[in-house]
């Protein structure tokens, strides 16, 4: 059994957890266990980014397609009116869900480009230094041109590469001191490596071009770079001397056109190159969007069916109100057609109809001891035929006369009894 403390203690966390007490906590509170609302039975017809006036004058046009008759007629066309602007917003969703969709993927792809070449850039100007312990170094083989490649394989790293070599074209132009870096830059972007520049002509020339704009710029340069080059790289030697296996530029002015002429033509290329490779890559972004343009997350599957419940209600919808005109049209045609046949058949019967008399002529126009007339029937096809009088029964009184019929004394206002039948 719970002791005081702890019913004194329910009883003020009671107090805490009551809920939400203003009107904006409590609609929110009501909207907890909402998932989707894709099933809602109720919704507002128009939201908040809609205009009013556009689903009334959607309504309004279905109106005047249909020309509803009744009030049912009506409803089912505002029905049909409004579930169509309903798919309308469905679609319009499932649209700007996709917009993004590939907006993203194309925005993360451009980052991840980015993000490649900033590593391979890195890797370009890395200075690995001889390994100290087996294993240390980069964790990647040093290869230039390699990087170099890579880097061009994409709008981001032809930039990149751009931007590099316009960065020496205005060293050159400045008519600035050279750096170990920068000397070390300019024979990294264009994928070499300083060390083979007793065997590379070009790299011979452009070290020769420093050795005549600054003595020893060359010489020392390369002198540092075997000392830092590890001793394990394949193809070096360590007893290696510079040696100069190209002509001398004829003057300073030959060495900084040199250097320049290096230097305008990769911007050149790298410009050239640029517009291929952004052209492809308009080609890339597109196969991408399309890969974004299709979601098959559950969302997107609610969504579907989403659509497809509300196509079918609108086209249930449309059903009821053409089966609702049919029958009615059915009927009224019904009705039109049986009114003519009712008369034509009111007129026959009148036409046929056996009319039955029972009255002798009178007796003041009549001679009283003449005979009754004999009865006549229609019979089919119009034709007349007598029929024989039916005798009665004897009275008293009365005697039978010839031909069986009977004979009552002449008398004020007598009546026998004849049938004829005649046609009207």
């Known amino acids: 059994m719970a002791t005081e403390a702890q019913m004194q203690a329910n009883r003020a966390n009671a107090k805490k957890s009551c809920g939400p007490k203003t009107d904006a906590g409590k609609s929110r509170s009501r909207l907890n266990s909402l998932k989707h609302g894709a099933r809602a039975e109720i919704l507002n017809p128009v939201l908040p980014q809609e205009?009013?006036?556009?689903l009334a004058s959607r309504i309004q046009e279905w109106v005047d397609d249909y020309q509803p008759t009744n009030a049912i007629e009506r409803e089912l066309v505002t029905r049909a009116a409004r579930l169509s602007w309903t798919l309308d917003r469905a679609?319009?969703?499932e649209t700007a869900l996709l917009a993004r969709r590939v907006r993203k993927a194309m925005l993360r792809s451009r980052a991840k480009r980015v993000e490649k070449v900033c590593d391979l850039g890195r890797k370009l100007f890395y200075m690995a230094g001889k390994r100290l312990l087996p294993g240390s170094g980069p964790a990647w083989t040093d290869d230039p041109s390699a990087f170099v490649a890579r880097l061009e394989e994409s709008p981001e790293g032809v930039r990149w590469l751009l931007d590099r070599?316009?960065?020496?074209?205005?060293?050159?132009?400045?008519?600035?001191?050279?750096?170990?870096?920068?000397?070390?830059?300019?024979?990294?972007?264009?994928g070499k490596q300083p060390i083979n520049a007793i065997d590379d002509p070009e790299l011979n020339e452009l070290f020769l071009a420093w050795e005549v704009i600054e003595p020893l710029w060359g010489t020392r340069f390369w002198k540092h770079m075997q000392e830092v080059t590890p001793y394990e790289d394949p193809a070096f030697s360590a007893w290696r001397d510079w040696r100069e296996i190209v002509?001398?530029?004829?003057?300073?002015?030959?060495g900084v056109a040199f250097l320049r002429s290096i230097a305008d033509r990769e911007i050149e290329r790298l410009e050239e190159l640029l517009v291929d490779v952004e052209e492809i890559e308009g080609d890339d972004a597109l196969e991408l969007a399309e890969q974004a343009s299709f979601c098959a997350s559950d969302a997107a599957?609610?969504?579907?069916?989403?659509?497809?419940?509300?196509t079918r209600e609108l086209l249930r919808t449309i059903d009821a109100l053409s089966k609702l005109r049919k029958d009615a049209?059915?009927?009224e045609h019904t009705a039109s057609?049986?009114?003519p046949n009712e008369a034509k058949s009111d007129s026959t019967q009148v036409d046929n109809e056996i009319v039955i008399t029972s009255q002798f002529d009178e007796p003041s126009t009549r001679d009283r001891s003449h005979s009754p007339r004999p009865r006549t029937a229609v019979v089919g096809g119009g034709r007349a035929e007598p029929v024989e009088p039916s005798r009665p029964r004897a009275a008293a009184g009365n005697e039978k006369g010839p031909g069986g019929l009977?004979?009552?004394p002449p008398g004020p206002g007598f009546e026998g009894s004849v049938v004829e039948s005649r046609a009207s």
């Open 51 to 54: 205009d009013p006036a556009e």
């Open 91 to 93: 679609e319009r969703h």
């Open 165 to 190: 070599w316009i960065e020496m074209r205005c060293l050159i132009i400045s008519d600035e001191l050279w750096t170990f870096l920068d000397q070390f830059k300019f024979v990294r972007l264009l």
């Open 247 to 254: 002509p001398r530029p004829e003057s300073l002015e030959a």
């Open 301 to 310: 599957e609610r969504l579907r069916r989403f659509q497809t419940a509300r």
């Open 329 to 331: 049209g059915r009927a």
């Open 337 to 339: 057609k049986k009114a």
């Open 406 to 408: 009977l004979k009552r």
